[in-house]
């Protein structure tokens, strides 16, 4: 579904990617760890054509997309869930969903509206609500069913459990793996190693900009020393220490 090779990114003189290579076969859910500043959100916006990168290739189904601008990139069956979710806070659940079908390849923009709702049933009770009445579960489940909205080939999804309560971390990693269930594909970029790794299928660390390792997620899980050395956990615990990238390069490359 996705190669990413040789992809190296630059703000200014820093360089925050570093010739980066990963492939996401379809049906996966492919996790990037790595402690803060490490890359793993530039990578998504090198994905998305937020950022031009300096040399390297994405392709998506053997299409190159490299460079593209992020709305050609989006038609092309790509569709990020942003750190801090961003919703519009303003608009209804209903008006959020039916943005997030803006650049829907064909179809009303409802066509899918009741399978989606399935799962998120939560969504289904708030249609006429303002978003910005939501909690903070509610408001990433709408932030990953506007995503979705747009039949997305490939789900980014970038820290979806920063900010959550513990007690909503876990629901909402069961319907992340549900979603593979259903047959999405998805790159995931989260804080919380343990509990990512538990639903993915493989997984790649970044350090220092660089892809250190790449392993079936059930390997890298039990590799408590490796886990340490690059993730800044152990001993079995879920955070890892790696929130969003903070640096300037990274705020600038949030959509």
């Known amino acids: 579904m ?152 490939l789900l980014l999804l970038d820290e979806p459990s920063l900010g959550l309560a513990p007690r909503l971390v876990e629901s909402l990693f069961e319907l992340i793996a549900g979603m593979r269930a259903r047959g999405f594909t998805i790159l995931l970029v989260e804080q919380n190693a343990y509990q990512a790794l538990e639903i993915a299928d493989r997984a790649y660390v970044l350090s220092n900009g660089r892809i250190q390792v790449e392993a079936p997620a059930e390997v890298l899980r039990d590799e408590e020393e490796l886990m340490r050395a690059y993730v800044g956990t152990g001993g079995g615990q879920a955070a890892a220490g790696a929130t969003a990238e903070r640096g300037a390069g990274d705020r600038r490359a949030a959509p």
């Open 2 to 153: 996705l190669v990413v090779e040789d992809l190296t990114a630059r703000y200014g003189p820093i360089e925050a990617l570093r010739s980066a290579s990963l492939r996401v076969g379809a049906g996966e859910i492919v996790a990037v760890l790595g402690p803060n500043g490490a890359g793993k959100t530039t990578m998504l916006a090198a994905i998305m054509g937020l950022i031009k990168p300096v040399s390297g290739r994405v392709l998506l189904q053997g299409r190159d997309i490299t460079r593209q601008d992020p709305e050609r990139v989006v038609r092309l069956g790509v569709s990020l869930v942003p750190e801090h979710r961003r919703i519009f806070k303003n608009l209804t659940v209903r008006e959020n969903l039916r943005l997030g079908a803006a650049a829907r390849r064909g179809g009303p923009w409802d066509a899918d509206l009741g399978g989606l709702l399935e799962l998120f049933p939560i969504l289904a009770e708030r249609m006429g609500q303002l978003a910005g009445f939501l909690s903070g579960g509610e408001a990433q489940q709408l932030a990953i069913a506007r995503a979705l909205m747009g039949a997305p080939r």
